[in-house]
Every structure is written in C-alpha cells, then in structure tokens.
T-cell receptor, first 112, second 110 residues
Framework: DSGVTQTPKHLITATGQRVTLRCSPR?????VYWYQQSLDQGLQFLIQ???????AKGNILERFSAQQFPDLHSELNLSSLELGDSALYFC???????????FGPGTRLTVL | GQNIDQPTEMTATEGAIVQINCTYQ??????LFWYQQHAGEAPTFLSY????GLEEKGRFSSFLSRSKGYSYLLLKELQMKDSASYLC???????????FGSGTRLSIRP
C-alpha cells in the first residue's frame, strides 16, 4: 500500500459524459501527478500540481482539467468523453516536485 | 527531447539472471528511477540512481553511467512473480519532471 488513494476504482460511462476522478496523496506529500495508461501502452504524463499550483503539463487534452485543493487532494475532470479515453488513470504523489513518486491503485475508466 | 530506449519484451528462466538496459538523453539529466508494474496494477518504486555505479538492493540492482546516458536493472534469482513490466524513468531537472519509458515486459518461464 503506497498511501495514495484513488476513487472510484472503476467507472463505466457513455460517450459525451463528464466524470471526476479523485486522488488523496500520501500524508505530507505536496506534489500530485496524473497519468493516463491505455491498454498495453506506456504511462502518459498529464499534469502535475505542487501545493495547489500547477507545476508541469504534459499531453493533457483540452477536454481534461485538474486541480489541487487546499487539503492537497486532487481531482481530474474528464469531459465530452470519447471511446479512446478508456484507460487506467493513475495518480502519484511525492514529497516535493522532484522526488520518488508513489502511485495510487488507479481508476479504470471505460467509455461505452 | 528525452528519448528513452529500452527493449519492448524479454523472456528469462526462473532462477536465472536478467539485465534490462535503458538509454536516455543526457541533457538536463538529474537521476534515474526504475519502477515495476504488474499488469493492471500501479507502478511501484524499485530504485533511484543519481551517481555513477551499481546500487544493490536484495535481488535487484541498478547501474548508472551518466556520461553514457545508460542504465540497467539487474534481476537475480528470478521468480515467477517477477513477470512484470519494468519502467526506466529519467528525471530531468530542466523539465522538472520524470519521464517514463514505455517499459520492458519481462516474462519468466519455469
């Protein structure tokens, strides 16, 4: 158990819908990262937050957005969902912005 | 860019030793992580190298050569549970982020 929690574990929804994925970092970690992993693909970095502020952006679509709240939990919002958005979405946290990342169990999103 | 090159797939025998190589671009490089990921599960941290040389941690060792942009992960006394993907992930201070390679899928046969 890494100490990073993600909810929900599974999510099934339809095209065009909007979903929110939630992540709570390890106690004391200030940085949160979001990754997308499609079937048999590598981890694609989406976005990083550090202490509430956006720090780095990867290949995140405009339909996707994220934020980190004052209590340091983070949410990833995915809208106008397409079939291709079906993937595992991982959240990771680290103590600062350049430290070992510890991953949550992931949310498996299925778009039908 | 930070092109990361590691073999896509490898197969090894239970009880044997396997070495997974990784090359990366050196510009802005700070250190290198190795993660293990079982299918459908989260990546888990294995090692972090910032200095040249070999670091041993039980059955797993990781090596780094900063000047050559080269690292390897050495797994000894292979067990069936070692069947997983191994992700090479260099950290670039210039980009303030860790870049994950596509991973090497290791299959262990009895």
């Amino acid at each position: 158990d890494s100490g990073v929690t993600q909810t929900p574990k599974h999510l099934i929804t339809a095209t065009g819908q909007r979903v929110t994925l939630r992540c709570s970092p390890r106690s004391g970690d200030l940085s949160v990262y979001w990754y997308q992993q499609s079937l048999d693909q590598g981890l694609q970095f989406l976005i990083q937050y550090y202490n509430g502020e956006e720090r780095a952006k990867g290949n995140i679509l405009e339909r996707f957005s994220a934020q980190q709240f004052p209590d340091l939990h983070s949410e990833l919002n995915l809208s106008s969902l397409e079939l291709g958005d079906s993937a595992l979405y991982f959240c990771a946290s680290s103590a600062d912005g350049a430290d070992t990342q510890y991953f949550g169990p992931g949310t498996r999103l299925t778009v039908l | 860019g930070q092109n990361i090159d590691q073999p896509t797939e490898m197969t090894a025998t239970e009880g044997a030793i396997v070495q997974i190589n990784c090359t990366y671009q050196t510009s802005g490089f700070n250190g290198l992580f190795w993660y293990q990921q079982h299918a459908g599960e989260a990546p888990t941290f294995l090692s972090y190298n910032v200095l040249d040389g070999l670091e041993e941690k039980g059955r797993f060792s990781s090596f780094l050569s900063r000047s050559k942009g080269y690292s390897y992960l050495l797994l000894k006394e292979l067990q069936m549970k070692d069947s997983a993907s191994y992700l090479c992930a260099p950290w670039y201070s210039s980009a303030s982020k860790i870049i994950f390679g596509s991973g090497t899928r290791l299959s262990i046969r009895p």
